[in-house]
């Protein structure tokens, strides 16, 4: 049941006034309910589930399912503390095999969620995980093989948080409750039936923006500091963040304190910032000055997508739609760069780098508050990249009789090949060009984080927002394990391989946009 055009337009992520819709915060149970799984093992299910998307419309979507003591939890936000084991035994209710993946996690190849690990529909499947990792925003989604895009589309993906001194410290100077005032802002987009059903359609950007399963969200504030954990959780849009006043232009300022891999070394003040699928940015808001009644709203900027894979020669079949995913940017691109807010935009029309509206703030409350922001948030370890080899990487396309194929080193996806092979304790650069005719690619590892060293060929819509003589953006001062790279960029990341796991280690490293991994992925075995 397609939605009708008048359902659409109350969802309409273009006009402010559609949003209505309180945020949905994680709780202690329910959608995104907090678990702390620091001390006791956890049991999870995958299985299809009931949830309100629409206002007063309950959905069926795929979901993660847990119980304790008494309380329900669909996908779970795991909360742990670095030092502890954290331990899930995970049943898998789908009627396909699925596996679950700990995005930026430090762990053994095993608990990785990897294709070679897949968990059949009615088996569990026991993931045990040392938290070694630095207090951060992780998250966890399917990863099997062929099927991640429509299973982590469909539901299936939540937050892990870890929690570190270095966390509790921030949390104390700022006086921040997870759920009230640090709050996860988990971002995807979605198609949308006239019930609420999230309809998967591959070749389509899709069209209701979504956050924390709430369209057209709006969140009451008191005038204080907030903490906001924004994860990109699309399949493939990137957003182009950044906050205003409703009714003005000027953007205001905001704080980056972190990045995918944790607290960077002190505060670094912005207006905006990219964020690619699977990317996560930690922001502070200062609203302090603010006075009751003012209004706030985070948006997406427009921005140029630069899908220049479509100079290349159409080939033919074009049937693969895997690789289809970004067709109706040809609209775009004949259309002009840019929706601006007062155009109409309908259904089929919200492209990649489209503007709209994603949260408004309204400030309801006076606060006398006294938190201050610390001028050292962490320490970031020295990087010392001398004697590092270099691994020259390219991401390219090519058309052929199955249509577009994306690679990587003039390669698609296989198995049972592993063109990377790393020794273990290894230090290396991988220096990942992106071919000018291409798009925008997010490229993202398994098992470890890295630092990134330096960006060569950033597009001049980017370039303003370089911070050091390296070309690197705000972003790029912390540890990372997804990085988005711009047709003709060159990014420079730095890389340890150093582990405690036993054995050989495979994993992966592969495009985020969920609908190139099957092809642009290659297995990476740690020796």
């Not at 220049?308 to 690789?323: I, L, N, T």
């Not at 199955?402 to 063109?419: A, C, S, V």
């Not at 650069?429 to 798009?439: P, V």
Request: hydrophobic share 35%.
């Amino acid at each position: 049941m397609e939605m009708t055009s008048a359902t659409y337009a109350s969802l309409d992520p273009t006009n402010l006034d559609n949003f209505k819709n309180p945020l949905h915060l994680p709780g202690d149970d329910g959608l995104m309910g907090v678990l702390d799984a620091s001390d006791a093992p956890v049991r999870f299910t995958a299985q299809k589930e009931s949830v309100e998307i629409l206002p007063g419309k309950r959905a069926h979507l795929l979901a993660y399912h847990a119980e304790r003591h008494g309380k329900t939890y669909v996908n779970p936000t795991f909360k742990v503390r670095k030092g502890k084991e954290f331990s899930a035994e995970f049943a898998n209710n789908l009627d396909e095999e699925t596996t679950v993946h700990w995005h930026g996690l430090h762990v053994d190849w095993r608990m990785d969620g990897h294709p070679f690990q897949p968990v059949p529909s009615g088996a569990t499947y026991r993931y045990s995980l040392p938290v070694q990792d630095r207090g951060s925003t992780y998250w966890y989604h399917p990863h099997p093989h062929g099927r991640t895009a429509i299973q982590t589309y469909s539901g299936l993906s939540g937050l892990y948080l870890v929690e570190d001194e270095d966390e509790r410290k921030l949390t104390e100077a700022l006086d921040l409750r997870f759920g009230e005032t640090d709050i996860p802002l988990l971002i995807q987009d979605k198609v949308l039936d006239e019930s609420g059903n999230v309809v998967y359609v591959p070749g389509v950007m899709q069209k209701v923006i979504l956050i924390n399963l709430t369209p057209s969200p709006y969140l009451e504030v008191s005038t204080r500091i907030y903490r906001f954990r924004v994860l990109n959780g699309s399949n493939a849009r990137t957003y182009r963040l950044a906050f205003t006043m409703v009714g003005e232009d000027e953007l205001l300022p905001f704080q980056i304190i972190g990045t995918d891999g944790g607290l960077l070394e002190r505060p670094q003040e912005v207006s905006e910032v990219f964020l690619s699928p699977a990317e996560r940015v930690d922001v502070l808001l200062d609203l302090t000055n603010f006075e009751v009644g003012e209004e706030i709203v985070l948006r997406s900027l427009p921005f140029d997508p630069m899908h220049h894979e479509h100079e290349m020669k159409m080939g033919g079949g074009m049937d693969h739609m895997e690789h289809m995913n970004h067709m109706d940017h040809m609209e775009h691109m004949q259309t002009g760069r840019h929706h601006h807010m007062d155009h109409h935009v309908s259904p089929t029309q919200l492209s990649d780098g489209s503007a709209f509206y994603l949260l408004k703030l309204v400030a309801t409350g006076k606060t006398d508050y006294s938190g201050s922001v610390p001028e050292t948030l962490s320490r970031m370890p020295q990087l010392h990249s001398g004697g590092a080899t270099t691994r020259p990487i390219t991401v390219s396309m090519t058309t052929d009789d199955r249509g577009m194929q994306w690679l990587i080193n003039g390669k698609t996806h296989e198995m049972d090949e592993f063109p990377f092979v790393v020794q273990r304790g290894a230090k290396e650069i991988w220096e990942i060009h992106n071919d000018e005719k291409s798009m925008p690619h997010p490229m993202h590892i398994h098992g470890f984080q890295f630092r990134v060293l330096e960006r060569i060929g950033t597009p001049e819509q980017v370039a303003h927002l370089v911070v050091d003589d390296k070309g690197r953006l705000v972003p790029d001062l912390g540890f990372k394990d997804t990085v988005l790279v711009w047709p003709g960029e060159t990014v420079k990341w730095f890389i340890d391989f150093s582990h405690g796991f036993e054995g050989e280690q495979l994993y992966m490293f592969h495009c985020h946009i969920l609908e190139h991994e099957t092809a642009m992925m290659v297995n990476l075995k740690v020796v």
